[in-house]
């Protein structure tokens, strides 16, 4: 499958076919709910899209999961090596990702300044652990989510101007983001951050100490229900307004962005049928619903690359 996406995509160098395969073993590896919705991409599509997600995951890696030991002068040194190698630019034969996300960013033509401040914000993670307001977190998603929707709209194409739909693409990261905020509070907990707006969460009575009783005592307080509730319907917002920007999306890529939309705004549901039991259970949309949702957008990705190649 892996060859038949390569050569679609016009990768014949094997060198870049090697980088290209790591960055999808990754996305494999990492990102079940998005490498399946990948899959509805033609295939030429889909090993930029492993590219641009390899590279997310290893400044992430750098972050959260690469040597737990290492301290955050360490982890910020090694952030900054990356950024470094990044924007001095040539081939990167050497590391796999970097050579596969340079040769995507030149393919499409994807801007610079959206990488710089996906690492900025990637920064910001080394030292705060909380944001007071909404216009704090929208500016530290601006570089963790929003950006990523961007990076991908000149792969996924457009129909009309780009610009158009870019609020669209930059809205449908940011609700991606909030979804796995509000699932994966507890986790975050335990690296002492708190991805929510301290002034709303304070409207409901809610602070650190007590979200930290929540997750000791794997309990979620009424207060913090009610909080998280709230929160819940500003993502509700967010997936609605993002949603009408799938019909500016070439119509080839549409079945893959519905999917993922579709599939993360489950999760929602997950957490709110569990009455906001996140200190205790994660919210995961089953296997069978994964299947089902990406089975009948399977079809309709085929039926249009179909009649588009018999147009």
């Known amino acids: ?116 401040d996906f690492l900025t914000s990637m920064r910001m993670d080394l030292t705060v652990t909380d944001y007071p307001d909404r216009i704090a977190l929208n500016r530290y998603m601006r570089g963790s989510a929003e950006v990523i929707g961007l990076q991908m709209l000149p792969v996924l194409g457009t129909v009309g101007d780009t610009e158009e739909a870019a609020p669209y693409a930059a809205a449908l990261g940011r609700a991606f983001q909030l979804t796995n905020f509000l699932r994966d509070i507890d986790e975050d907990l335990l690296r002492n951050r708190i991805y929510l707006p301290a002034d709303e969460l304070a409207a409901y009575g809610v602070d650190r100490e007590l979200l930290m009783w929540c997750h000791t005592h794997r309990r979620t307080d009424a207060r913090v229900r009610n909080a998280l509730a709230a929160q819940h319907e500003t993502v509700r917002e967010i997936y609605r307004f993002a949603a009408d920007g799938i019909s500016l999306l070439a119509p080839r890529s549409r079945p893959c962005v519905a999917t993922a939309l579709t599939l993360y705004s489950e999760i929602l549901d997950c957490i709110e049928s569990s009455d906001f039991s996140v200190f205790s259970q994660r919210a995961t949309v089953g296997t069978t619903r994964r299947l089902q949702v990406a089975g009948g957008a399977l079809f309709r990705s085929w039926r249009v690359r179909r009649q588009a190649g018999a147009a």
Do not use: W
Request: aromatic share 8%; with cysteine; net charge negative.
């Open 1 to 116: 499958m892996i060859r038949t996406e390569l050569d679609a995509a016009g990768i014949d160098d094997p060198r870049l076919r090697t980088a290209y395969r790591r960055c999808r073993k990754i996305a494999a590896e990492h990102g079940r709910t998005y490498f399946l919705a990948t899959r509805l991409l033609a295939p030429d599509q889909r090993p930029a899209v492993h590219a641009l997600y390899a590279f997310a995951r290893h400044a992430d890696d750098i972050l959260d999961e690469l040597n737990p030991s290492l301290d955050v002068d360490d982890r910020a040194d090694r952030l900054q090596e990356l950024s470094d190698r990044f924007f001095a630019g040539g081939a990167h034969f050497d590391e796999p990702v970097l050579a596969a996300v340079h040769h995507t960013i030149s393919r499409y033509c994807i801007a610079g300044d959206l990488f710089e």
